[in-house]
């Protein structure tokens, strides 16, 4: 079923959103620096239109439930703007500027629905007070037996029924999906323009799962309503956008990194995250799991200090190698992660000390440092990171050996210099802009430029990413 575009209710452009993080410190000592700063969101625009279903998906963390809640004016923006129908919403809030539309207006044109209903509903209230409440607030116009017939109306239009009984009972008297369903009914009582539906099916049963996107799709229709739908859960995204030709789009470290129309974004990914969601999605039946899964490790970047460039570059199969270099992709990736173990200080040199140690050396029982021939501790930490085979480039393997050399030896800075010198990526230094690749879909990939987009990336998973030793692998 296609859907096509109405007016534009919400538009955000270049939108941000940065937390001062103080949850971690430092103790007495920390109370005189200054608080890290968490980059929620950053840079995103989107535009959601009349009667439009879209779904943000990413993994706990990317920002989707921020961007969310920035988009119906619950979270201020540190950057960019929004506008409902054209008026900023939060100049209309400040009362600043020429403001065509009230706030109080928009705040009633969108609504939320939150993870968990059971939260949201006063327990020593029946449902019929619960469901009053806003409109005694915003419809102060209409009677007590309106307000009533309008709430039975919706209870039984949910398939609450007979309405008579559900209105008079207490939310504990309720289950999950029906405590959803009051949620879903409080929201639309304010008819409004848009629904905010943060993770809102999470916590139910498949079946409820079903019967509640079903649900919302019936409401879409009767309503005009459009929702934006908070999920974790690619599967659920697709059932839900699918038949109403929605939008899904994909997140990443706070980054809107490829949005389209679900049939697009499930069956043809064009960014290399997308492409590891779709595979870890089990319900994807177009996906050749015999593959290995398509991305170099599993830790996630602190938001507090994401990657440079592309932000995936730290985890991407088909990340980019700079001009003049031409390894085989499964070695260029392992490469890259010793890299980036060797700049966060993560290479475990003691215990590779004692893999690489003979059995009378570990027999020996002493606490000091244990000596073990360079040669065979630089071989150690190559086997670690899946390098134990020269690379395929000549310049490209003496560089790694100089590297891992000094390394082994106790060095810091200049193994990170050394590896830098050759061993650095576009997709490190060059922030990705958003590409149209095919109608109502757009990337944000260096892939997709012209001067990039030859990659022929094989994913890896070799190695053993459970001890955190990235020799090209992840395991999900």
Known sequence: MSNPRGECIISLEDVEVHFE????????????????????????????HENEMIALVGESGCGKTTLGKTSIGLQRPTGGSITYRGQDIWEAKDGEGEIDIPFREIRKSLQIIHQDPGSALNPNRKVMTILESPLKKWEKHLSKDDRAARILGLLERVGMSPPDDYAYRYPHQLSGGEKQRVALIRALLMNPDLILADEAISALDVSLRIEMMDLMHELQDAFNTSFLFISHDFSNARYLCEKVGGRIGVMYL??????????????????????????????????????????????????????????????????????????????????????????????????????????????????????????????????????EDPLSQGDAESTLDDAVRMVATGKREEPIETLRSLFTTPCEEIEPPAESVGTDHTVACLLHQDEYGTSDAVSDTDGDSDTGHESGAADD
């Not at 993080?21 to 959601?48: E, N, R, Y």
């Not at 999605?281 to 991305?295: G, L």
């Open 21 to 48: 993080d103080s949850s971690d410190s430092g103790g007495f000592f920390g109370l005189f620096s200054d608080p890290d700063t968490v980059h929620a969101v950053d840079g995103i625009s989107l535009d959601i």
């Open 254 to 387: 706070g980054e809107l990194v490829e949005i389209g129309t679900a049939a697009e974004i499930t069956q043809n990914p064009q960014h290399p995250y997308t492409k590891s969601l779709v595979w870890a999605t089990p319900d994807f039946e177009s996906i050749n799991r015999e593959d290995k899964m398509p991305i170099r490790k599993i830790d996630i970047p602190d938001p507090v200090n994401p990657p440079s460039g592309c932000r995936f570059h730290t985890r991407c199969p088909e990340v980019i190698q700079p001009e003049g270099l031409d390894l085989d992709q499964q070695q260029w990736g392992r490469v890259l992660n010793l890299r980036q173990a060797i700049e966060e200080d993560r290479v475990e040199l003691d215990r590779l000390r004692e893999q690489a140690a003979d059995e009378d050396v570990l027999e020996d029982g002493s606490e000091d440092e244990l000596e073990v021939p360079l040669e065979d501790l630089v071989a150690e930490i190559r086997l670690d990171y899946g390098l």
